[in-house]
Nanobody, 125 residues
Framework: QVQLVESGGGRVQTGGSLRLSCTASGSIFETYIMRWYRQRLGAKRQWVGEITRDGSTRYTESVKGRFTISRDNAKNTVYLQMNSLQPEDTADYYC???????????????????WGQGTQVTVSS
């Protein structure tokens, strides 16, 4: 079973920092684009940013200059470094990955995408 597991959420004060991690595990041949989303209470899930396998990144405007996405392909892990956190960053954060499954013999399987279960970030003023 392939899954994404996020960690690193918590409560911080305005101006603080948090680093989220998201690791893909299971029969994975290769991970491709890995994305972060967030969902505020009562709102739709919002794209935060993404990183390609070769490290190219894109961000939504509201987090540019404050958030940094990085990844470790050997560990199938993506990170979200969040600095200068504001109360409006309070949300559940989810990672999402496009990935290639591995067959039982270890060869390339099918392309799919999966979501993590989310981790809560609370920024208090």
């Amino acid at each position: 079973q392939v899954q994404l597991v996020e960690s690193g959420g918590g409560r911080v004060q305005t101006g603080g920092s948090l680093r989220l991690s998201c690791t893909a595990s299971g029969s994975i041949f290769e991970t491709y684009i890995m994305r972060w989303y967030r969902q505020r209470l009562g709102a739709k899930r919002q794209w935060v940013g993404e990183i390609t396998r070769d490290g190219s990144t894109r961000y939504t405007e509201s987090v540019k200059g404050r958030f940094t996405i990085s990844r470790d392909n050997a560990k199938n892990t993506v990170y979200l470094q969040m600095n200068s956190l504001q109360p409006e960053d309070t949300a559940d954060y989810y990672c999402h990955a496009d990935l290639l499954l591995a067959t039982p013999t270890g060869t390339r399987g099918q392309l799919t995408n999966i979501w993590g279960q989310g981790t809560q970030v609370t920024v208090s003023s």
